[in-house]
């Protein structure tokens, strides 16, 4: 008898130390699995984020064609102040950049507009289609944009082009066509002094952009053949 009272007692004795034990498991946090709403949320987001991205390149694209549309009711006998808008909108387009619209006058490539004051810089700098050292002139003979991270490395720059490109002070570029009738009439470029290549989506705009005032302006661009 006194035997099962102790063991009775010893029970006892342990029982608050289970309930503390089971407390004690109660607070710790349990580890939910993983239902992959963050990562859904954070695909929305990014997503979100590309739609915004998306909808302002899509209002500078009509900024810019506005404005030149007002320079052409503006002067409609002059197709220069069109070609300057032309340079200048695509210049903000991109942002911290120079471009110039290049038109072939007989068996060259001149320079018609560039955010670069041509004067002191080579002028409307002339160059023959045939010479493929020379970029503007190799564009013209490409179906998809002309990107050059670097010019003043770059081993199929004439040295003529180098040196062109260091006076006026930049070193990457990229050039998209312009067309009238599915043929090749021009070009328009962007370049910067910092070396390094552009972005595929860059690249893209340029195209576009290029497109687009094809289209729309080749009464503009007419005029001057």
């Known amino acids: 008898m006194a035997t099962r009272k102790r063991s009775v007692k010893s029970r006892s004795a342990a029982s608050p130390k289970r309930k503390a034990a089971t407390r004690t498991s109660a607070r710790k946090p349990a580890v939910r ?3 992959g709403k963050g990562s859904e949320l954070e695909r929305l987001r990014r ?35 069109v070609f300057e808008a032309i340079v200048r909108s695509c210049a903000q ?26 004067q002191g810089t080579g002028g409307s700098n002339p160059v023959p289609l045939n010479d493929l050292g020379s970029p503007s002139s190799r564009a013209l003979s490409l179906t998809t944009v002309l990107h050059i991270p670097d010019l003043l490395v770059d081993a199929s720059v004439s040295e003529a082009a180098r040196q062109r490109a260091a006076r006026r002070g930049y070193r990457a570029v990229m050039y998209a066509q312009l067309l009238k009738d599915g043929r090749p009439i021009g070009t328009i470029d962007v370049n910067r002094a910092r070396p390094g290549p552009f972005t595929d989506k860059q690249i893209a705009q340029l195209q576009t952009f290029a497109a687009q005032r094809s ?7 007419q005029s001057r053949f």
């Open 33 to 35: 699995p993983a239902t």
């Open 47 to 81: 997503q979100l984020a590309e739609y915004k991205r998306e909808l302002k390149e899509s209002r500078e694209q009509q900024t810019a064609t506005a404005e030149i549309l007002k320079v052409i009711s503006g002067s409609p006998a002059d197709t220069q102040p």
């Open 93 to 118: 387009l991109f942002g911290g950049v120079n471009a110039s619209l290049r038109l072939i006058r007989g068996d060259c490539a001149e320079t018609m507009a560039s955010t670069f004051p041509l």
């Open 215 to 221: 289209e729309e302006h080749t009464s503009e661009l």
